[in-house]
């Protein structure tokens, strides 16, 4: 697989050149400056990609081209979006960038509750809490009828969070699901906004959407953009929920292995793709990582390479590279034998010692991504030997 960096254009502070010192290939970005909806005109990708390869690097995918949730809850403007998004592609593909990721997650992208959970080494790492989760869905939110969806054990400790968290912590958390770990993707809150306000407005257009509806929708975007990506020759990648089941009501659709099997024969086409993120997908027990990356290897045109431990209660937290639900040598012995020809990224590092000096995006921190990266590469040296041994028996 190519090694590929998560990279924020050219205001992040981690720079090109420190990624070619570290042995990083290709590069994932967007154009983070548009929002959702907007068309990437030829020039605006043609400058970002003389940036990416004047510093000798390529970029490797596009990631995200955003699915306006317009689109996603069908609304009358959808057709105009989805035209929209289908220049982009032609766009895209004339400037050589082949790979597209996006997903179609209602109304929020990736939920966490702690970015700075602390571990007895002293680092810190991304945490979801079930019970914070669930304070923040039935007192923050207030949303109608949510109660329903947790045990009486649970509503009574979510009335003891109510008396315990501190109203800095209650800030805390909204800051953390809704505003900082959607900001740098594309959802950035309007200035001055009420954050839980905006939320529940977005909410609202989904009020009565169900699995079906959500995949109705997803349907009728994939018949009109896949046969723009294949003219092109883009694999569009779908990215899966993170974490892999449905939260604050919103259905979500691609989260398991049935729902992925569905996914790629909604629309049977190779530029119907999928993003094989093991960390999203390895948040949830029934889900058997490796074998989804066999049995989908076909149709991964990229990988987003990190893991989760799964804790007591429906708690989970980003795992060692090395450790955890991911069983990451196994996918990457999969893909490298499948598909080694696809981008890699890991994803979500630790705060090392030395990233609080770099300013960085939760989950994107220099050196924690670095030393993921170098654990990877480790397990694809062990794993190309193992093939090339295979193949030359
Ligand atoms: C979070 C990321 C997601 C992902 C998008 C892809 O760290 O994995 O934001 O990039 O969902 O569309």
């Known amino acids: 697989m190519i090694k590929t960096w998560r990279w924020f254009g050219k205001k992040d502070p981690i720079t090109l050149e420190m990624l070619r010192q570290i042995g990083v290939e290709g590069i994932v970005t967007a154009l983070y400056d548009l929002p959702p909806g907007e068309v990437w005109s030829l020039e605006a990708i043609e400058d970002m990609k003389q940036t990416i390869e004047g510093a000798g690097l390529v970029w490797s995918v596009a990631e995200s081209l955003p699915v306006a949730e317009e689109i996603k809850y069908a609304a009358p403007t959808r057709d105009m979006l989805i035209h929209n998004y289908n220049a982009s592609l032609v766009n895209l593909g004339r400037a050589g960038i082949k790979t597209i990721c996006y997903n179609f997650m209602p109304a929020i992208d990736w939920v966490r509750t702690d970015l700075n959970r602390q571990l007895p080494d002293g680092t810190t790492t991304l945490y979801f809490d079930r019970m914070r989760y669930a304070y923040f869905d039935c007192r923050i939110l207030q949303r109608e009828g949510a109660e329903a969806d947790y045990s009486v054990e649970e509503l009574r400790k979510i009335e003891l969070l109510d008396q315990t968290l501190t109203k800095d912590e209650k800030e805390e958390l909204i800051d953390t699901i809704i505003v900082k770990t959607q900001g740098f993707i594309h959802r950035k809150m309007k200035e001055g906004a009420d954050p839980v306000t905006e939320f529940k407005k977005l909410l609202h257009h989904y009020r009565d959407m169900d699995r079906e509806g959500l995949r109705e929708n997803l349907t009728y975007f994939l018949q009109k953009v896949v046969p723009v990506a294949e003219a092109y ?8 929920d993170d974490p892999p089941f449905p939260v604050f009501g919103l259905p979500r659709i691609v989260s398991r292995e049935e729902d992925l099997e569905w996914i790629i024969g909604a629309v049977n086409n190779h530029s119907n793709g999928i993003t094989f993120c093991a960390g999203s997908l390895s948040a949830i027990a029934e889900n058997d990582v490796p074998r989804m990356a066999k049995r989908f290897a ?5 990988a987003h390479l990190r893991s989760t431990a799964l804790l007591p209660e429906g708690n989970f937290m ?4 090395l450790d955890g639900n991911g069983r990451l040598i196994e996918v990457i012995r999969i893909l490298e034998e499948c598909v080694s020809d696809i981008p890699m990224r890991v994803d979500h590092g630790r705060v090392l010692p030395g990233d609080s000096e770099i300013t960085h995006n939760p989950g994107y921190t220099f050196y ?19 093939i090339n041994e295979k193949r030359s028996r």
């Open 368 to 386: 924690g991504r670095m030393f993921a990266l170098a654990q990877v590469e480790g397990m694809m040296a062990v794993v190309r030997n193992e």
């Open 298 to 302: 076909k149709r991964i045109g990229f």
């Open 233 to 240: 020759g883009i694999m569009l990648c779908i990215h899966p």
């Open 318 to 321: 980003e795992a060692s590279h």
